[in-house]
């Protein structure tokens, strides 16, 4: 599975370019100076001659978008920084899991630059709803934001025919961070084992294998169990899927996000279970697609139970809601043109990205 943060770049160059707006990818890590993020910006020379003939700068992250803040006292390009995640919240999180000189400095690092990105850049992309009211109480003007949000490939991630063969598959894709709530599902998914459910779970990481064999022991061979996995990978995976869970925990790091994979189960036509921790839980109930469940045990746990029970017919209807709900929002290049139409009034000039 691809990080998020590429996946999003990715989705977004290839909605641009339906459109006609030419793109490029810069990796700073290509650059002279690789790291740490707070020196980013002496890469500014390199990033202005590389943008020169360029319109936007796009960057993806704190440390990027400062880099491009920087490049632009030497090239008149227009600084987009892609807020995506709360990188500050997240350092915080780290830094409450292990107290070290390595958590302290990401938690200042996270600090200086999320300030100066929010600050300086020309434009603040959101990925949602809350992650926008978030940055205007913190003091940002409404009209220096555009809510983009993570999207999906509809051409990759389809809906194929279900088996239908009287075993009702649940599965989860994704990572398995501290803020999934992987200790919630295990419970909810060990309190729901009995003959005609079986579960899969797909995305543990190398440091993830301990984890894994905890799900194991719980799970037995009411489970598979599956390492991460390019994202191409991903829809055969889903395919034969009936319901498609997304768990995270109720911290302030999540309210404001809407994981990659939303969009993914949407467009796989599977109805979905979703905890109500941020705006996925409103899209699922609005679109009715699925269930909303909060994020305990109990409340998966009975979540699970239900959907294993919904008819083929029922679960057929609302995996075409989800369907229609990708196409029509959360497509690449309709964000994509959402996104252009939003910008192009803030440049003084239109064209390539």
Same mark, same amino acid.
């Given at each position: 599975?691809?990080?998020?943060?590429?996946?999003?770049?990715?989705?977004? +160059?290839?909605?641009?370019?339906?459109?006609?707006?030419?793109?490029?990818?810069?990796?700073?890590?290509?650059?002279?100076?690789?790291?740490?993020?707070?020196?980013?910006?002496?890469?500014?020379?390199?990033?202005?001659?590389?943008?020169?003939?360029?319109?936007?700068?796009?960057?993806?992250?704190?440390?990027?978008?400062?880099?491009?803040?920087?490049?632009?006292?030497?090239?008149?390009?227009?600084?987009?920084?892609?807020?995506?995640?709360?990188?500050?919240?997240?350092?915080?999180?780290?830094?409450?899991?292990?107290? +070290?000189?390595?958590?302290?400095?990401?938690?200042?690092?996270?600090?200086?630059?999320?300030?100066?990105?929010?600050?300086?850049?020309?434009?603040?992309?959101?990925?949602?709803?809350?992650?926008?009211? @978030?940055?205007?109480?913190?003091?940002?003007?409404?009209?220096?934001?555009?809510?983009?949000?993570?999207?999906?490939?509809?051409?990759?991630?389809?809906?194929?025919?279900?088996?239908?063969?009287?075993?009702?598959?649940?599965?989860?894709?994704?990572?398995?961070?501290?803020?999934?709530?992987?200790?919630?599902?295990?419970?909810?998914?060990?309190?729901?084992? @009995?003959?005609?459910?079986?579960?899969?779970?797909?995305?543990?990481?190398?440091?993830?294998?301990?984890?894994?064999?905890?799900?194991?022991?719980?799970?037995?061979?009411?489970?598979?169990?599956?390492?991460?996995?390019?994202?191409?990978?991903?829809?055969?995976?889903?395919?034969?899927?009936?319901?498609?869970?997304?768990? @995270?925990?109720?911290?302030?790091?999540?309210?404001?996000?809407?994981? +990659?994979?939303?969009? $993914?189960?949407?467009?796989?036509?599977?109805?979905?279970?979703?905890?109500?921790?941020? $705006?996925?839980?409103?899209?699922?109930?609005?679109? $009715?697609?699925?269930?909303?469940?909060?994020?305990?045990?109990?409340?998966?746990?009975?979540?699970?139970?239900?959907? +294993?029970?919904?008819?083929?017919?029922?679960?057929?209807?609302?995996?075409?809601?989800?369907?229609?709900?990708?196409?029509?929002?959360?497509?690449?290049?309709?964000?994509?043109?959402?996104?252009?139409?939003?910008?192009?009034?803030?440049?003084?000039?239109?064209? @390539?990205?």
């Amino acid at each position: 599975m691809a990080d998020a943060y590429q996946t999003r770049l990715e989705g977004l +160059s290839h909605g641009l370019q339906a459109h006609g707006v030419e793109t490029e990818f810069l990796s700073l890590r290509t650059l002279r100076v690789k790291g740490p993020h707070l020196l980013f910006s002496l890469n500014a020379p390199a990033i202005a001659k590389h943008a020169k003939s360029f319109d936007v700068i796009h960057a993806a992250g704190a440390g990027s978008a400062t880099a491009a803040i920087v490049a632009r006292w030497l090239n008149k390009h227009h600084a987009v920084f892609d807020v995506h995640g709360d990188e500050l919240m997240e350092t915080r999180l780290e830094w409450d899991k292990k107290h +070290s000189v390595r958590t302290a400095y990401l938690v200042f690092q996270s600090a200086v630059l999320t300030q100066l990105a929010r600050r300086m850049a020309n434009t603040l992309l959101m990925v949602s709803g809350p992650f926008q009211e @978030r940055y205007a109480k913190r003091g940002v003007p409404e009209s220096k934001m555009i809510i983009v949000r993570n999207g999906v490939d509809t051409s990759l991630f389809k809906p194929a025919s279900p088996r239908n063969d009287g075993t009702v598959r649940i599965c989860y894709a994704g990572s398995f961070q501290a803020w999934q709530a992987a200790d919630v599902l295990q419970e909810a998914l060990a309190q729901n084992i @009995r003959e005609g459910v079986h579960f899969h779970l797909i995305g543990f990481a190398e440091g993830d294998q301990d984890l894994k064999a905890q799900f194991a022991a719980k799970l037995g061979d009411h489970a598979t169990l599956e390492n991460r996995m390019p994202v191409d990978q991903l829809p055969d995976k889903l395919a034969p899927m009936d319901v498609l869970v997304i768990s @995270r925990t109720r911290h302030p790091v999540m309210q404001g996000g809407l994981p +990659s994979k939303f969009a $993914e189960y949407l467009a796989m036509g599977k109805p979905l279970i979703v905890t109500n921790v941020d $705006e996925t839980s409103k899209f699922v109930q609005e679109a $009715e697609c699925g269930l909303v469940c909060e994020p305990t045990v109990e409340s998966m746990s009975a979540a699970i139970r239900t959907a +294993s029970q919904w008819t083929a017919e029922e679960r057929q209807r609302m995996g075409e809601n989800a369907r229609r709900l990708a196409e029509t929002t959360f497509d690449w290049k309709v964000l994509a043109k959402h996104y252009l139409d939003e910008l192009q009034p803030r440049l003084n000039k239109g064209g @390539r990205s």
